[in-house]
């Protein structure tokens, strides 16, 4: 919705970037209020392994992953082995001073045909995993849907492409409201509905791997980039609302909980201050944010959206745009870097929906311009997390804000991750600055807990705090510099963040 005041806004925030607005630097955790809650991440096959163990059923990634479609060719067939490790992984997460953890449930293991049995095996771990994280006083935080549903159900009606994945679904978020809902407070329903579509069915760099030419990045052997994605969005939107209403018709009062939906945020700069850029810029945010959060917030998608990918874009009846509108309690974003945006004339022919979002962009400002989804390079922007903040908060009613997913990469075998360290201090700074400007910010999530295998890149690089030894079969876990350095900050309120480390990880007050 590109009213006035949020062109104001955008405006605003761009004039304090120019002028060098920064992050608070020095901080200590009590500077943040007592219920905001900081955590860590992992996702269920990213995590578990554990693939054709207890009855669980192939996902879409297992399939995808077993036909050669990652860089390093891995697999998440064990992964971190974490459903066999996580008794272990919770009391390292306890002695990590860990106050939140956000796990997803794998689809897959929990319902192994897509709807009906539930899998006695994948419900006891799941119980178990929760019951060690209340037992060690760890808010619990469930992403029920991270990318990987049961490739039956790809199979037998084409998965996301189908609106009969919406009564599965919801009968999928049902089983969990019902048997962890005691112990569950904060629910997030899918993953990403932003990105997910594009890397499945429109790039084909994620499971199920559709796409058609030309804008394939690989070569699929199915699918339709100009249409899939949008089908595949308006189902997960639908999806959630279903959820959503479910659970305050039939759980919310006794068990007071709440359910969100995660977005993938980039912030953005106009290239230049033209008119055209800065127009471009908003366009951006309008297809990024906008196209799961206006239907959510306002019943329906961006007028710029409807536009510029018209008959393409599937259309919400009355009914459709009532039931989808406000069945949301809070907002959740993962957040890794910012890009530069400039104007770029709507393609004529085919579009997919990077020709449609019409603009160049680029991880800096002397960077080539590319018009995919994803820049090269990304240079650290702590400001970036900050008035995405402040911009979910002025545009979407207020909604609370959880910062999912924060983090940086880095190669495995690197344990002294000092960069690592300097980019949570600053995101986590620019986070509480966000907070003092009115960002209604509840939570902070590192990405991720520990390595874990990357839809990206396998096993080349991880964001974890704590290392896994993948080359060995036991999984063996290894505290980073990071992770001595998050505990730290978590427990003790008298450290400051713009200290300098000393050998143990931690920070001398200055």
């Given at each position: 919705?590109?009213?006035f005041?949020?062109f104001?806004?955008?405006?605003?925030?761009?004039?304090l970037?120019?002028h060098?607005?920064?992050?608070?630097?020095g901080?200590?955790r009590?500077?943040?209020?007592?219920?905001?809650?900081?955590?860590?991440?992992?996702s269920?096959?990213?995590?578990?392994?554990?693939?054709?163990?207890?009855g669980?059923?192939?996902?879409?990634?297992?399939?995808?992953?077993?036909a050669?479609?990652?860089?390093?060719?891995s697999?998440?067939?064990?992964?971190?082995d974490?459903?066999?490790?996580?008794?272990d992984?919770v009391k390292?997460?306890?002695?990590?001073?860990l106050e939140?953890?956000?796990?997803s449930?794998?689809?897959s293991?929990?319902?192994?045909n897509?709807r009906?049995?539930?899998?006695?095996?994948?419900?006891?771990y799941?119980?178990?995993?929760?019951d060690?994280?209340v037992?060690h006083g760890?808010?619990?935080?469930?992403?029920?849907?991270?990318?990987?549903?049961?490739?039956?159900l790809?199979?037998?009606?084409g998965?996301?492409l189908?609106?009969?994945?919406?009564?599965?679904f919801t009968?999928?978020?049902?089983?969990?409201?019902?048997?962890?809902?005691?112990r569950?407070?904060?629910?997030?329903t899918i993953?990403?509905?932003?990105?997910?579509?594009?890397?499945?069915?429109?790039?084909g760099?994620f499971?199920?791997?559709?796409c058609?030419?030309?804008?394939?990045?690989?070569?699929?052997?199915?699918?339709n980039?100009?249409?899939?994605?949008?089908?595949?969005?308006?189902?997960?939107?639908?999806?959630?609302?279903s959820?959503?209403r479910?659970?305050?018709?039939?759980?919310?009062?006794?068990?007071k909980?709440?359910?969100?939906?995660?977005?993938y945020?980039?912030?953005?700069?106009?290239?230049?201050?033209?008119?055209?850029?800065?127009?471009?810029t908003?366009?951006?945010?309008?297809?990024?944010?906008?196209?799961?959060?206006?239907?959510?917030?306002?019943?329906?998608?961006?007028?710029?959206m409807?536009?510029?990918?018209?008959?393409?874009?599937?259309?919400?009846?009355?009914?459709q745009?009532e039931?989808?509108?406000?069945?949301?309690d809070?907002?959740?974003?993962?957040?890794?870097?910012?890009?530069?945006?400039?104007d770029?004339?709507?393609?004529?022919?085919?579009?997919?929906y990077?020709?449609?979002?019409s603009?160049?962009?680029?991880?800096?400002?002397t960077?080539?311009?590319?018009?995919?989804?994803?820049?090269?390079?990304?240079p650290?922007d702590?400001?970036?997390?900050?008035?995405?903040l402040?911009?979910?908060?002025?545009?979407?009613?207020?909604?609370p804000?959880?910062?999912?997913?924060?983090?940086?990469?880095?190669?495995?075998?690197?344990?002294?991750?000092?960069?690592?360290?300097?980019?949570?201090?600053?995101?986590?700074?620019g986070?509480?600055t966000?907070?003092?400007?009115?960002?209604?910010?509840?939570?902070?999530?590192?990405?991720?807990?520990?390595?874990?295998?990357?839809?990206?890149?396998?096993?080349?690089?991880g964001?974890?705090?704590?290392?896994?030894?993948?080359?060995d079969?036991?999984?063996?876990?290894?505290?980073?510099?990071?992770?001595?350095?998050?505990?730290?900050?978590?427990?003790?309120?008298?450290?400051?963040?713009?200290s300098?480390?000393?050998?143990?990880?931690l920070?001398?007050?200055?």
């Amino acid at each position: 919705m590109a009213s006035f005041c949020l062109f104001l806004f955008l405006l605003l925030l761009l004039l304090l970037a120019a002028h060098g607005a920064a992050p608070v630097l020095g901080f200590t955790r009590s500077d943040f209020p007592p219920e905001f809650v900081f955590g860590a991440a992992t996702s269920a096959y990213q995590y578990e392994g554990a693939v054709a163990e207890d009855g669980r059923s192939p996902s879409v990634w297992d399939t995808f992953t077993h036909a050669g479609k990652i860089a390093d060719k891995s697999t998440g067939d064990i992964a971190s082995d974490g459903y066999h490790k996580y008794k272990d992984d919770v009391k390292l997460m306890a002695e990590t001073n860990l106050e939140a953890y956000r796990f997803s449930i794998s689809w897959s293991r929990l319902i192994p045909n897509g709807r009906g049995a539930v899998n006695p095996k994948g419900l006891e771990y799941y119980n178990n995993l929760i019951d060690e994280l209340v037992k060690h006083g760890i808010q619990i935080h469930v992403m029920l849907y991270h990318l990987d549903f049961p490739q039956v159900l790809d199979d037998e009606y084409g998965g996301w492409l189908s609106h009969r994945i919406v009564e599965d679904f919801t009968e999928f978020a049902d089983v969990c409201f019902r048997e962890f809902g005691d112990r569950v407070s904060y629910w997030t329903t899918i993953d990403e509905p932003n990105v997910g579509p594009i890397g499945s069915y429109d790039s084909g760099i994620f499971a199920p791997g559709r796409c058609s030419e030309p804008f394939g990045v690989t070569k699929c052997t199915a699918g339709n980039s100009t249409v899939e994605p949008y089908i595949a969005a308006h189902n997960m939107i639908l999806a959630h609302a279903s959820a959503t209403r479910l659970y305050r018709e039939r759980y919310q009062a006794v068990q007071k909980g709440v359910v969100g939906i995660n977005v993938y945020s980039f912030w953005t700069y106009p290239l230049t201050n033209s008119t055209a850029d800065i127009a471009a810029t908003k366009r951006y945010q309008d297809f990024m944010f906008g196209w799961t959060l206006e239907p959510l917030v306002f019943g329906d998608y961006p007028q710029v959206m409807k536009t510029n990918v018209g008959s393409r874009l599937p259309s919400f009846t009355k009914s459709q745009s009532e039931f989808v509108k406000g069945a949301i309690d809070f907002i959740g974003i993962n957040h890794y870097y910012s890009v530069y945006v400039n104007d770029r004339p709507l393609k004529e022919g085919i579009r997919d929906y990077a020709a449609d979002m019409s603009v160049y962009q680029r991880g800096a400002r002397t960077d080539p311009a590319t018009s995919e989804y994803l820049p090269s390079v990304y240079p650290d922007d702590p400001e970036g997390l900050q008035f995405v903040l402040q911009y979910l908060t002025e545009s979407y009613g207020g909604l609370p804000i959880y910062v999912q997913e924060n983090g940086k990469a880095s190669s495995n075998d690197i344990l002294d991750d000092t960069d690592r360290v300097e980019y949570l201090k600053s995101y986590i700074g620019g986070t509480l600055t966000a907070l003092r400007n009115g960002a209604n910010v509840k939570g902070y999530f590192a990405w991720n807990f520990l390595d874990i295998f990357e839809f990206l890149g396998g096993y080349q690089s991880g964001y974890g705090l704590h290392r896994v030894d993948f080359n060995d079969k036991a999984r063996p876990r290894e505290a980073r510099l990071s992770a001595r350095w998050y505990s730290g900050f978590l427990k003790n309120n008298d450290i400051f963040v713009q200290s300098k480390i000393d050998d143990k990880g931690l920070v001398a007050r200055q």
